[in-house]
């Protein structure tokens, strides 16, 4: 059974007259312990997609299950315990005023999970390769990927199933890119943990996805399995130019 | 042809609780109307290095250099107002956090629009105009939507070219670009560099390129500096960058995935290597 589902997804935001169709009838499913990706133009729905999934955009219509169950509204404390987002922009997303230390442990403290908070605070600095000296600093005496490691580090804290990666990599050097995509490739095996991610570079999505959704314009252009990804195997124009883009990229 | 830009042993640190941090530690290089890559690792002061061109290191961070010195004008000199005067309309910076350095409560249109009214003292309609024009030149689909909008109400990579449009409104005669590219596909990617190009090769305008994308940068530019822990360790011509000599250099482009390549555990850097004690 499909651990994700969505099926139908169609979210539209309202901003003053403008109605802005983000995603449109949008289907797609992930198997339990599979990685998922989404590719696409900029500005096509992927993000909105992964937000819709965490409950944070206006759905119009379709629906979202999670190991079979309709996502509840809203989202609660146990959604979050199984499903969590790393954001595209981590400056946004990691509160300028709190230190590492607090970011870390602070969904422990909400979630009430018991045993040894700065144990488990080291432990994560390291899976993500961050020194333990970083841990008193604020987000803004960190360079951008040094932010990136820390909002995949908070996201792991409550080891949940399901982890939403909105271009998890795309603020990291070749080689902390290769160490946090070696990371995310471990756990998953370790945890059996199912991804959905985001990637506007079609190597990391190669490397890393059993699977593959093209997006334009909010909708859904073509799914490609790695065979097809690799093998130049797509069929519509959209997905060809991108893979032709990509040419820097092949081996 | 003279140069647009000479830094000479340039230097930052930032004092910290547990000790003083050199994010860069004596790096030179000149700039021309080119465009000069800058890659390395994460936390090598790429941003750093930037943000010191324009003097925006904030305390408890001091920069202190040899030579700073941009079209004849000494950078380490001249004062805070000078300085001011010069960024915007001849030296802009994409920032590398492009919805951080929107003004979240303004509508893009009002951001966009605001130099060239107050600075180029255009009426609303003709502001309103270059400002719709700048946005198509990116790629932005609706710029009319666009213009109403808040940052939140954009994707990561509309935010990215949002903040590209506004930086090329004034025609800087340098760019420094900090990861300007890295939130947007392949396709509007290749738009958004050949407006970079075209300025260079048609305005002179002298182009800072920092990236992560080795591979974009190899294709992209014409000099790339490698930068390690506040050096620069090595310099190449871009297209010379897949065949760099530099251990470091060579490291980062084995991390990287290829299409169609092994999905082993790609190979890290090795930092116990002679050259990562410097
Ligand atoms: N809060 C919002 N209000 C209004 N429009 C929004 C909002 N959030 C997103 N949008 C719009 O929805 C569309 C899809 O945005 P989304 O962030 O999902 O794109 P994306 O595929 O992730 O793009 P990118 O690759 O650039 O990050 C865009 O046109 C964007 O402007
Ligand atoms: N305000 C600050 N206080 C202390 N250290 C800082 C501060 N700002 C930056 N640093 C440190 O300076 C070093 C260089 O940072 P910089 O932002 O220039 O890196 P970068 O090369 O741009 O990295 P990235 O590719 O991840 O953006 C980093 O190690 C960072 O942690
Ligand atoms: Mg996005
Ligand atoms: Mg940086």
């Known amino acids: 059974m499909a651990l994700i589902e969505i099926e139908n997804l169609s979210v539209t935001f309202r901003s003053k007259g403008h109605l802005v169709r983000a995603v449109q009838d949008v289907s797609l499913s992930v198997g339990d312990g599979e990685s998922y990706g989404l590719v696409g133009e900029s500005g096509s729905g992927k993000s909105t997609i992964l937000r819709a999934i965490c409950g944070l955009a206006p759905v119009t219509g379709g629906t979202i299950r999670i190991a079979g169950q309709p996502v509840p509204d809203p989202r609660g404390r146990d959604f979050s315990r199984q499903v969590q987002m790393v954001f595209q922009d981590p400056y946004a997303s990691l509160h300028p005023r709190h230190t590492l230390d607090r970011v870390l442990s602070e969904p422990l403290a909400i979630h009430g999970v018991k045993g040894d908070a700065d144990r488990a605070v080291m432990q994560a600095l390291d899976d993500v390769g961050l020194p333990r000296a970083f841990r008193f600093r604020y987000p803004h005496q960190l360079s951008g990927g040094q932010r990136q490691r820390v909002a995949i580090a908070r996201a792991l804290m409550l080891k949940p199933r399901i982890v939403l990666l909105d271009e998890p990599t795309s603020a990291l050097d070749a080689s902390v890119q290769a160490e946090v995509l070696n990371l995310l490739s471990r756990l998953r095996a370790e945890r059996g943990l199912t991804f959905l991610m985001v990637s506007h570079d079609l190597a990391v999505i190669d490397h890393m996805c059993d699977r593959v959704l093209v997006m334009q314009h909010g909708r859904a252009v073509e799914e490609l399995n790695h065979a097809d990804l690799a093998g130049a195997g797509m069929k519509t124009d959209y997905a060809r130019t991108l893979f032709e883009a990509s040419a820097d990229r092949m081996l | ?278």
Not at chain 2, 23 to 32: I, P
């Open chain 2, 1 to 278: 042809m003279s140069d647009l830009l000479t830094i000479r042993d340039l230097r930052v640190t930032f004092d910290t609780e547990t000790g003083p941090v050199e994010a860069v530690r004596g790096v030179s290089f000149r700039l021309g109307r080119e465009r000069l890559g800058i890659v390395g690792e994460s936390g090598s002061g790429k941003t750093i290095t930037g943000r010191s061109v324009l003097r925006l290191i904030r305390p408890p961070g001091r920069i202190e250099a040899a030579e700073m010195t941009f079209d004849g004008i000494d950078l380490t000199r001249i004062s805070e107002r000078e300085m001011r005067a010069l960024r915007g309309p001849r030296i802009a910076m994409v920032m590398q956090d492009p919805k951080y350095s929107l003004n979240p409560v303004m509508k893009v249109g009002a951001q966009l629009t605001e130099g060239l009214r107050l600075r180029d003292r255009l009426g609303a309609a003709e502001a309103r105009r270059k400002a719709i024009e700048a946005l198509e030149a990116v790629q932005i689909r609706d710029p009319e939507r666009v213009m109403e909008a808040y940052p939140h109400e954009l994707s990561g990579g509309m935010g990215q070219r949002v903040m590209i449009a506004m930086m090329l409104i004034p025609n800087p005669d340098l760019l420094i670009a900090d990861e300007p590219t890295s939130a947007l596909d392949v396709t509007v990617q290749a738009e958004v560099l050949s407006i970079l190009d075209g300025l260079v090769r048609d305005r002179g305008m002298g182009l800072i390129f920092i990236s992560h994308d080795l591979r974009l940068v190899a294709r992209f530019c014409d000099r790339v500096l490698v930068m390690y822990k506040g050096r620069i360790v090595e310099e190449v011509a871009a297209g010379e960058l897949t065949r760099a000599k530099h251990p470091y250099t060579q490291g980062l482009l084995n991390c990287l995935p290829r299409i169609g390549g092994s999905r082993a555990p790609l190979p890290g850097l090795d930092r116990d290597a002679d050259w990562a004690r410097a």
